[in-house]
């Protein structure tokens, strides 16, 4: 859950002030040199302060942290570099792989989620959607140990007071035996469990539906549902609404994006106004708002109020958009399609998980050192894609992983080239003969710029694509990698600098 709005219950997660504009911000600042003394002092005195006054003196020693964590003060201060746009936000989202998921997780837990639905009047689908958005259904819960992030943040740069209520709060459900101090972890800001609430929503919302005596959110699919559906509900959430409709706009239709403005359904027929297969609007939602989350040559809606309880749970229109249409997505059973009938106003669209894997997967067989092929593109494997692109003449570099880009990396670009992988403890040649130079060196590391396509041929020289020639590896300056081939045929290069 991650809000821009800072309450006694708001959620809120590592995309603090995230905005999803495409507008580029400050990259990743350094992390701080933090005072393990003045933290002590700091410790001091929040333990004796009004907010540490339900907990007892035993959980906060215990659980005091010995150092602060720096790297939760650099993320609390980060905006990242390359921002999404909305069909980037949703295509990573709201993939075949999380429909699939979801419904696989809706016939395992079909029975409780009847249960949760006549309890709260929340459809279950609309929890799943939650669920997946979240945490993948489970399968992402986040490593930071929640104690050393909230006391960290609670004692160093902004929004001190919220961090220690938050941090209080997280002693307290220790404290109560809900959650074990082993399955404390979550995101840098303190949210966790299966459907990351943070410590004060968890102990304002959440609820013991397997009848365990715990409310535990992290090992308990049923509390952590049953949870999301009390949080759902205790918003606004309108049992048998729908959350709104994808629609099509008449020609020359001109509107502003404003979901607050809700009329009803007959004033938007009248505008002409219908679902974006053509059928007319149905009648079984109260009022909406239209929503224009790309202006109005996109995608459009017309969303209700249990849109804005998705929007509740995390204020970001396009965090609602994802939990409306992967809900939709698990209703229907369907993972064939999972775009809008309208397309989005672009030639570039975003891409899969599995694409995005793809990609991590091409940038490392060409050299990159971007990690792990994990499906997130994160900062090291945008800026190897800048690299990339600019190696192969790609113009903006932008770092973008979208359509074009992978294509780029897996098909060799729009020439149908094939992007081939350097072979062990060699280096990309150009089509000069010389050894490629490398990469200036930046927060990754040094990077190879592969200038040409290249093959290993079956001896220890190379065949240089752009001429046909043999070329015999350089031995001066030359950059060595170690091949890693997992089980599934997949090769990682790691650099070995020479001499070590």
Known sequence: MRLNKLSSV?????????????????ARPPAPDLSNSEFQQCLDGLKNSSKFSG????????????????????????????????WDYLSALVDKERVEDGIRAKRQWGDTLRQIESRYGVKP????????????????????????????????????????????????????????????????????????????????????????????????????LASTANFLDKRGYRTGEPWGYEVKLPSGYSAASDRKNKKSMSYWRGQGLTLANGSPLPSNLDSAGLLLPAGSNGPAFLVGKNFDTFYSYNASENYALA???LSDLITREDSSKTDFITAWPTDDPGISRQQARDIQQGLLNAGYDIGEVDGIIGDNTRTAIQQY???RGVFPADGRAGQRF???????GVQGNTISRPTQYSQPVNSQNQPSTSAPADRMGQLIEQQTTITPSRSNKFTDQATGQAVEPSTTNRVRYRRITDANGNIRLVRIDEGS
């Open 55 to 86: 907990v007892d003196s035993y959980t906060f020693n215990n659980y005091r942290p010995s150092q602060p964590d720096p790297s939760v003060i650099q993320s609390l201060n980060y905006q990242p570099e390359f921002q999404k746009d909305v």
């Open 406 to 412: 992978y294509r780029l990396i897996t098909q060799g």
């Open 389 to 391: 692109q600019t190696s």
């Open 323 to 325: 939990i409306a249409h």
């Open 10 to 26: 708001s959620l809120l997660t590592a995309a603090i002030g995230l905005s999803l504009a495409s507008t580029a911000q400050a």
């Open 125 to 224: 689908e609309h929890v799943l959607g939650v669920w997946g958005v979240e945490s993948n259904f489970g399968q992402t819960l986040g490593k930071k140990p929640l104690f050393e992030s909230l006391a960290t943040l609670s004692c160093f740069d902004r929004r001190q007071s919220y961090f220690q209520g938050e941090f209080a709060n997280a002693l307290k459900i220790v404290q109560n035996g809900d959650i074990a101090p082993s399955d404390m972890t979550g995101s840098w800001a303190g949210a966790f469990g299966q459907t990351q609430f943070m410590p004060s929503t968890f102990l304002e919302l959440a609820v013991d539906f397997d009848g365990d005596g715990r409310r535990d959110l992290v090992n308990s699919v049923p509390d952590a």
